[in-house]
């Protein structure tokens, strides 16, 4: 049973244009919610996270929400950049320390 | 730092036959993590080991599936014997002094079982 769900599998978006991607999760005993960014031939690297405290968190050109009465999280790129199009995974931390991954959303930012 | 080293990038194997995927964690780090990465489920967490020692294999999808980290720089995870169903990509991840600590993953190795 997927705890950690990315229901899109693929987003394509305009260069400069926001890029929204979009993740639900089931378990609201969650405490922290992070997105990885993955290329190809490459591994995940870690881009942001944010706490089950808090619902808005920014870096740069990134920003995590969380709705926690939804148990719902989105990350959104603004502007979006060629360099952006990668495989995006979001994933929850359980109270065990465990992370839990979604199916992962392919971006595509078209210059 | 070299990263998270595993190796070999690329493994084809027939139906029945004993694979071995290899990893180096990064120097240091005391926790390490198998994730295997398919198209419908995405990253699953196989087994993850503190200071060596295995502490939750609960991820591991049958007896066929072994993991073993003999000492702090090298893990090994092997599957025998391989059906085509095990075809994916295999990650290794390390981090450094607990599980809450970032995870820094390895470049994967696509195994394809045929």
């Given amino acids: 049973d997927q705890q950690v769900k990315q229901n899109s599998p693929s987003?394509?978006?305009?260069?400069?244009?926001?890029?929204?991607?979009?993740?639900?999760?089931?378990n609201s005993m969650f405490d922290y919610f992070l997105w990885y960014?993955?290329?190809?031939?490459?591994?995940?690297?870690?881009?942001?996270?944010i706490s089950s405290i808090k619902d808005k968190n920014e870096d740069g050109r990134f920003t995590v929400f969380l709705n926690?009465?939804?148990?719902?999280l989105s990350l959104h790129i603004v502007?979006?950049?060629p360099g952006d199009s990668a495989v995006y995974f979001?994933?929850?931390?359980?109270?065990?320390?465990?992370?839990?991954f979604?199916?992962?959303t392919t971006l595509q930012v078209k210059p | 730092d070299a990263g998270v080293i595993q190796s070999p990038r690329h493994e084809v194997t027939e139906m029945g036959q004993e694979v071995t995927l290899r990893c180096k964690p990064i120097s240091g780090h005391d926790y390490l993590f198998w994730y295997r990465q398919t198209m419908m489920r995405g990253l699953e967490l196989l087994i993850y080991f503190n200071n060596n020692v295995?502490?939750?294999?609960?991820?591991?999808?049958?007896?066929?599936?072994?993991?073993?980290?003999?000492?702090?720089?090298?893990?090994?995870?092997?599957?025998?014997?391989?059906?085509?169903?095990?075809?994916?990509?295999?990650?290794?991840a390390?981090?450094?002094?607990?599980?809450?600590?970032t995870q820094y993953f390895g470049p994967g190795t696509r195994l394809t079982v045929l």
């Fill in chain 1, 102 to 104: 979604g199916q992962g």
């Fill in chain 2, 94 to 101: 390390s981090s450094l002094g607990t599980t809450r600590d």
């Fill in chain 1, 90 to 100: 979001c994933a929850a931390r359980s109270n065990t320390g465990k992370l839990i």
């Fill in chain 1, 68 to 72: 926690k009465s939804a148990k719902h």
């Fill in chain 2, 54 to 92: 295995p502490i939750d294999d609960s991820g591991m999808p049958e007896d066929r599936f072994s993991a073993k980290m003999p000492n702090a720089s090298f893990s090994t995870l092997k599957i025998q014997p391989s059906e085509p169903r095990d075809s994916a990509v295999y990650f290794c």
């Fill in chain 1, 37 to 49: 960014k993955k290329y190809p031939a490459e591994g995940p690297t870690f881009l942001i996270s």
């Fill in chain 1, 11 to 26: 987003l394509s978006v305009q260069e400069g244009r926001i890029s929204i991607l979009n993740c639900d999760y089931t």
């Fill in chain 1, 79 to 81: 502007p979006s950049q």
